[in-house]
């Protein structure tokens, strides 16, 4: 929330009309959107740093080296015996030599972590798979723990925070007319006094986050289920016809356990190819075993470690995969997908960074940009982002406390003052509401409020002025 003077020197009427007009926006558009920023950037400050200090899945746990680890089949039994009528679902390899193993366990509903020691297969620990304090985080983040509803509140707020970071610049904009310049608008006036520093700190701040958080925002509303699932996914998945194998009614998305995202971005929306065929390419010989599997995958020169996911059912494949966003490795260019026929052993599909359309190659390092998953200068970026998105509403919540009149009772909101129809805005609205579907639907919402409702109850529009 940006403020302005009253009746700024040396600008027109019209200039000023404007100015109100985009102020208007963006503080209407803030009193919705100020809690969403700040729960996204608490959990997301709890994301980064669960990941980057402890562990998801018990993952980082050390073990002493043996010469030789025990063979894959063997660490599964160990795995399945630890969780009574337990059948394995996923394998982790270890991150390193010296590393611990981990299996998923489904075991009816649920799923059990196993953690194993790859050399004497030795269970370490047991518990519930994706279920502490970074799963939560996520789930929060992602849905509000209401499911899709909470994903499509998020989705708005998302959608009217690109508005926000387009007003916020316009408003921040250096004007003659106001005397501000490139360097207030760059450069924080600390000699400021109470609001006036509040605004400067705002503005600033704004101006630097803004092209960090239009990255955030279009990586995350990607993944959200109208302007997502429904627009760019849909759009960007890749197209499973082009591997010639049988198709399942399954899609990449039944992968996902829980509220994380497990499979990459692009092939979320896929179908999953079919066991049972002459189709693909010879890779594991028969009989298909988690061993033959295992040792195919060692081949492929994966940066870091690999997963492997097993058939879910008679039709189900094996699944070898490297994906960056599952903190496999650090480099989403080395991306890979692999299904193999769990009878011939053959490849079915093979799914290289290099295969992703356009947009999901952009997903796929935003992605990891977003996790702070590409070094140490990522992790304290994003941290800095997030502080700031916690600071820059609490700011703007600060400047309008500040500016209210003291004994009023009411929201004071930035005057309307008319004027002729401001083109510019008008198409930046209009193209921001094409752009994202629900802040469309939030704005024809406000405005129906407005011109029905509002200004036909004197209190309430007093209220709200």
Known sequence: MT??????????????SFYFTAWRWHFWAGLYVIPFLVMLALTGLCMFWVSAITEINGERGYVTPGETPVPLSQLTAAAESAVPGGQAGQYIAPMGPDRVAVFRINAGEASQTVVINP??????ETFPWDAGLYNLANNIHGTLLIGDTGDRLIEVAASLAVLLVLSGLYLHWPRKSRGTSLRSMLVPDVTARRRALWKSLHGVLGTWMSVVMLVFLVSGLSWTGIW?????????????????APLSDATHAEMNHGPADEVPWTLEQTPMPQSGSLAGQSAVAMPVTVDGVAAFAGTLGFPGRFQISFP?????????????????GH??????????????GNVLADVPYADYSPYAKMMAWGIAFHEGDLGLWNLALNTLFCLSMIFIPVSGLVMWWKRRPKAA????????????????????????????????????????LDFLVLRNIP???RALS
Not at 119 to 124: G, K, L, P, Q, S
């Open 409 to 448: 009772r009411r929201v004071a909101a930035p005057p309307k003052v008319e004027g002729r129809l401001w083109v510019p805005g008008v198409v930046v609205l209009g193209l921001t509401a094409l752009a994202f579907p629900l802040a469309a639907v939030a704005l024809v919402a406000v405005g129906a």
């Open 228 to 244: 997502g699932g429904k627009m760019v996914q849909a759009w960007n998945t890749f197209p499973a016809e082009k591997w010639g």
């Open 3 to 16: 403020t302005m003077d009253a009746n700024p020197a040396g600008t027109t009427r019209q200039a000023t």
């Open 331 to 344: 480099n989403p260019a080395a991306d890979r997908t692999l299904h193999i026929d769990r009878y011939s």
């Open 312 to 328: 879910a059912d008679e039709t189900g494949v094996w699944t070898i995969s490297h994906d960056s966003m599952s903190n496999d």
């Open 459 to 461: 209190r309430v529009k």
């Open 119 to 124: 050399y004497t297969a030795e269970v370490i």
